[in-house]
């Protein structure tokens, strides 16, 4: 089993959380899709590969446990669809880009962020212990295709 699981199992059992076969399959089936913002739909249909007697109830539960520990992270974009996905590292505060136009969430890992996280706490004495900072705008993929209509467009 993975090392990060297994101290995830450990937390809960700490907490007298029961580890249920079916927990267990949710928490597999996030960790496999570590990289991806799943909806509740989403890790359902996963779960349901992995174990067909998982009801979707069961799904939802789980998730607000894995939440209120600190285990996932919710989130929610343009669309109002609740997304989640595991936090691998407590003290990282995760950002995303948000193409409006094929809909791709792309994570964003830069320094710049972290350099603005310490300007804000010491310019103002706050301890940021939660933030989320979505751009939305054209991938680009999304941005490479509206160019070439555009420019196609513009030779007629």
Do not use: W
């Not at 399959?25 to 899709?33: A, D, M, P, R």
């Not at 590969?49 to 992270?73: C, H, M, S, W």
């Not at 595991?86 to 990282?92: I, R, T």
């Amino acid at each position: 089993m993975n090392d990060y699981l297994d101290s995830i199992y450990e937390q809960l059992k700490a907490a007298d959380i029961t580890l249920t076969y079916q927990r267990k399959i949710i928490l597999q089936v996030l960790f496999e899709n570590k990289d991806n913002h799943l909806s509740v739909e989403e890790l359902y249909h996963y779960v349901r590969i992995k174990n067909p007697d998982t009801g979707v109830a069961t799904v939802y539960r789980t998730l607000e446990l894995l939440y209120q520990f600190g285990i996932v992270r919710k989130l929610t974009f343009g669309d109002n669809v609740t997304r989640y996905e595991m936090v691998l590292n407590k003290s990282e505060h995760k950002h995303h880009f948000i193409c409006k136009e094929c809909g791709a969430i792309i994570d964003i890992n830069d320094d710049f962020i972290s350099i603005f996280n310490d300007r804000i706490s010491n310019n103002y004495g706050f301890y940021i212990t939660e933030q989320s900072i979505t751009f939305e705008g054209l991938c680009s993929q999304c941005l490479k295709k509206k160019s070439t209509f555009i420019a196609y467009s513009q030779q007629k």
